[in-house]
């Protein structure tokens, strides 16, 4: 491993079950579509994850893992009520089990590749933090090389100005940070479609043209 190769990575998600998951998909596509979505999705994610270098790879889980998980990942049960609270608790529960910079994802972006885990990773060998802005107004990854509740708890999720908040909030703990290129999130059927354009190749984008769309 390169001695560059320092950070885990943990996808943050959600178990891929109708009604619960990508609910904002729901219309056009039923909750079954919608959690065969979020389900491709996931995998999408864990295999970009699995394919990058990392000291551990982790998925903090609301829910149970299902045969969508693949070998090499530890799980963690999510923590808190609130987005932030949880993001906060996955945080501290990695670095707390193996201290030692954190990278962490969602799995609303199936998009993304090794080449970007990478350049996160490698980013926290020479910054405090790194920040991939997402084109809703949030961000789709976030890494620090010291995690600490306080760079998040408080910060309104689910909000246009989510990602400036946030970013802001590292701002003023002094924290250098390296900006990552821009992802689409899938949060409607518009960004479903520009998404499986971007990443013909994926489990996304097969299950969409399945469901014809």
């Known amino acids: 491993m390169s001695p560059s190769r320092t950070a885990q990575i943990m996808i943050i998600a959600k178990e891929p079950v109708a009604g619960r998951v990508k609910t904002r998909l729901t219309p056009p596509f039923s909750p079954e579509q919608a ?52 993001l906060a608790a996955a945080f501290s529960d990695v670095y707390r089990l193996r201290p030692g910079p954190v990278v962490l994802i969602g799995m609303d972006t199936p998009q993304v590749t090794p080449a970007l885990l990478g350049e996160a990773v490698d980013a926290l060998e020479r910054h405090d933090a790194v920040y991939g802005p997402a084109n809703d107004g949030g961000f789709w990854l976030l890494g620090l090389r010291r995690p600490d509740p306080a760079l998040l708890l408080g910060v309104p999720m689910s909000h246009p100005e989510t990602g400036k908040l946030q ?13 990552l290129p821009e992802l689409t999130d899938v949060d409607t059927a518009a960004d479903a ?19 014809g769309r």
């Open 167 to 179: 970013l802001d909030r590292l701002d003023r703990a002094g924290l250098s940070v390296h900006v």
């Open 193 to 211: 479609a520009t998404v499986a354009g971007q990443a013909p190749d994926s489990h996304f984008a097969a299950t969409l043209g399945r469901l």
């Open 35 to 86: 959690a065969a979505l979020a389900e491709a999705a996931l995998r999408d994610s864990l295999r970009a994850v699995s394919a990058t270098p990392a000291t551990q790879r982790l998925l903090a889980l609301d829910g149970l893992p299902g045969s969508w998980l693949p070998g090499g990942f530890v799980v963690i049960p999510q923590r808190g009520s609130s987005l932030d609270e949880r």
